[in-house]
């Protein structure tokens, strides 16, 4: 896994900032779920197995190595801003859908 920290696509990308950011609170909740499975639901070309598979992948991925999990982040996403926008939003629309943002989970945001 430590070598797999700057490789992966989008949908890793993603997966990484959720789990990192769902790390402070030891949980996903359920509201943050329903909100994963529409963007999921979002997008066709990834199943139900890939999408549970990469947030596996990136829990432990985080685990081995944080820091480097974070900065590695850039390397993963798409190179088209209007792409990485997009990723972002699909992070922040996870995050909203949790409530209230802890200063825990501001910084974890906006790493």
């Known amino acids: 896994m430590r ?3 700057g490789e992966g696509s989008a949908l890793d990308a ?4 959720v789990v990192y950011i769902a790390k402070s609170h030891h949980r996903v909740e359920a509201r943050c779920f329903d909100v994963l499975q529409r963007l999921l639901a979002a997008e066709p070309s990834v199943t139900f ?3 549970k598979e990469a947030l596996r992948d990136q829990w432990a991925i985080l685990t081995i190595d944080e820091r480097a999990a974070i900065e590695s982040l850039p390397h993963l996403l798409p190179k088209d801003a209007g792409e ?5 939003d699909k992070v922040r629309s996870v995050v ?4 209230s943002v802890d ?3 501001h910084r974890r945001v906006t790493c």
């Open 49 to 51: 197995a890939q999408f």
């Open 103 to 105: 200063a825990d989970t």
């Open 3 to 5: 070598g797999r920290l």
């Open 14 to 17: 993603v997966a990484r900032s």
């Open 96 to 99: 909203a859908a949790a409530g």
């Open 84 to 88: 990485r926008r997009a990723d972002l």
